[in-house]
């Protein structure tokens, strides 16, 4: 058995007094010794976190005994190390930023697309009248994504809405959403379906669990992740690397973030530009004196932002 595991994992469930939930969670997580990220919301949980195997057994056996997320599906990878430093357990007003927040419209509790398993996708991705739609944003399939699939320009899950009569000229096609673990799919295939769209289906589980259970066939490129690991690699079966570097078009798998932490962007890049850059964009960031200390992985625990002393006091007078 590996001597730590990461987990990562969703729930739309309800959740009352959810602000509340959250705190009494960070204490739970913090008791059994987890480290990682949970966002919090009456919607439902969505996080991933990571710590000593039995520690994450336990985790996921009291999830799975409380009934508002016995449903939850764990995406469990093991790992030599922790894959965050700090635990944090956060109240939001959404599990994964849309802006779709009436209920009337969107509501996954209620209405999805059809949840194709990954053995069913893979036997469906290529058919003439299906479209593969990526939902993430920019910087992830850029590093990686199914072969042929649509990707959109955004640069956040919450531009997603906007894109939508991008999408129009595939109404008459089988939409077949994709995303990490599966958690924007839900509410992007809702959305999907909202606006008129037929036949949308989404990758339950998402790459993670399509990597692990049909071997990520036609996954081309790394899957960008949301811990110090930054990127995983998914296909066992026909890999290919797709991503190159930002700044000089060398292929390249590695993604980083820059060293600039006012800057903090997410970008492919080789290990020569790294070391002539020190992890950062541009020469601009590199010059910045708030720049962090590069040691090659590109990974940084957030450091927090200056404060705009001057706005706070005109919003508190106000």
Do not use: W
């Amino acid at each position: 058995m590996a001597k730590y595991n990461t987990l990562l994992f969703y729930c739309y469930s309800t959740i009352a007094d959810a602000e509340q939930f959250a705190t009494d969670h960070l204490k739970f997580c913090k008791d059994l010794g987890l480290t990682g990220r949970i966002i919090v919301a009456e919607e439902g949980l969505n996080g991933t976190v990571s710590g000593p195997a039995g520690a994450c057994k336990t985790y996921m056996d009291t999830l799975h005994a409380d009934a508002r997320f016995a449903a939850i599906d764990f995406k469990v990878d093991e790992v030599d190390e922790p894959s965050f430093i700090k635990m944090h357990v956060r109240y939001k007003s959404e599990i994964v930023h849309s802006g779709l927040r009436d209920p009337h419209i969107i509501d996954p509790q209620k209405q999805t697309g059809k949840h194709l398993e990954p053995k069913d996708f893979l036997a469906m991705k290529d058919d003439e009248d299906v479209v593969i739609l990526d939902v993430r944003s920019n910087y992830e399939h850029n590093l990686g994504k199914f072969k042929n699939a649509v990707t959109l320009d955004i640069e956040n899950f919450r531009d997603f809405p906007a894109k939508i009569n991008e999408l129009a000229k595939y109404k008459d096609k089988k939409i077949l959403t994709y995303c990490t673990g599966g958690i924007k799919c839900e509410k992007a295939s809702a959305l999907l379906l909202h606006e008129g769209f037929k036949n949308v289906y989404q990758l339950h589980g998402g790459i993670i669990k399509y990597g692990k259970e049909a071997g990520g066939e036609d996954f081309e490129g790394k899957c960008y992740v949301f811990d110090n690991r930054l990127s995983v690699d998914v296909n066992s079966v026909n890999p290919v690397v797709v991503s190159t570097c930002f700044n000089c078009g060398k292929t390249t798998a590695k993604m980083i973030n820059c060293a600039n932490p006012e800057c903090n962007e997410h970008f492919t890049q080789c290990d020569e530009c790294g070391e002539k850059l020190d992890g950062c964009c541009s020469p601009a960031c590199q010059a910045h004196p708030r720049k962090r200390e590069y040691d090659g992985t590109g990974y940084y625990v957030k450091v927090p932002q200056l404060v705009n002393t001057s706005k706070r006091i005109k919003i508190m007078t106000e």
